[in-house]
T-cell receptor
């Protein structure tokens, strides 16, 4: 157990509303990631963080923003939710200093439905 | 752009059988290849990570191999059990720019029949 908690676990929201998903880790890992998982696309990286206030874009970052004001929390915000953002969102961490050869550990996901 | 393919998409085997799951990738410039397991409604669980300099890794009944030159990795599961039923995903981590971004396959859904 890598000590990753995602909240909420499920959320239904309306098109155009802002939504924030939270990832909390208890083991002081430096690297954190947000992925989305969709049928037919697999897992795709949205944003990642390599330290407090240090973030960068992934493959599918349009429509999303992130913030990391504390080591333990990585927030993903959908500024104005669209139906195409209906998905399962996973947070992940890299457990070692050597991020390039460190396994990823995932949270249990947030299922987001945008109506 | 790296592409990772897992064939077949689904596999059903009787309990006790040894089996091999396949993963192929198009770009051999990788740091490592990781195998994950995903149970329904859950996140991914890391099973094995093979660094580019390694040929294989073992954990219990699982053995993963890597052949960078041919762009292939296999996950061997010995003496399969119903509890092994899950979706298995592989992911390649590229070298160079974009190395933070793993490319995932779409997974093989394994069913082990008692």
């Amino acid at each position: 157990d890598a000590g990753i908690t995602q909240s909420p676990r499920h959320k239904v929201t309306e098109t155009g509303t802002p939504v924030t998903l939270r990832c909390h880790q208890t083991e002081n890992h430096r690297y954190m990631y947000w992925y989305r998982q969709d049928p037919g696309h697999g897992l795709r990286l949205i944003h990642y963080s390599y330290g407090v206030k240090d973030t960068d874009k992934g493959e599918v970052s349009d429509g999303y923003s992130v913030s990391r004001s504390k080591t333990e929390d990585f927030l993903l915000t959908l500024e104005s939710a669209t139906s195409s953002q209906t998905s399962v969102y996973f947070c992940a961490i890299s457990e070692k200093r050597d991020v390039y050869n460190s396994p990823l550990h995932f949270g249990n996901g947030t299922r987001l439905t945008v109506t | 752009k790296q592409e990772v393919t897992q064939i077949p998409a689904a596999l059903s085997v009787p309990e006790g059988e040894n089996l091999v799951l396949n993963c192929s990738f198009t770009d051999s410039a990788i740091y490592n290849l990781q195998w994950f397991r995903q149970d329904p409604g859950k996140g991914l669980t890391s099973l094995l990570l093979i660094q580019s300099s390694q040929r294989e890794q073992t954990s219990g009944r699982l053995n993963a191999s890597l052949d960078k030159s041919s762009g292939r990795s296999t996950l061997y599961i010995a003496a399969s059990q119903p509890g092994d039923s899950a979706t298995y995903l592989c992911a390649a981590r590229p070298t160079g720019a974009g190395s933070y971004q793993l490319t995932f396959g779409k997974g093989t859904k394994l069913s082990v029949i008692p």
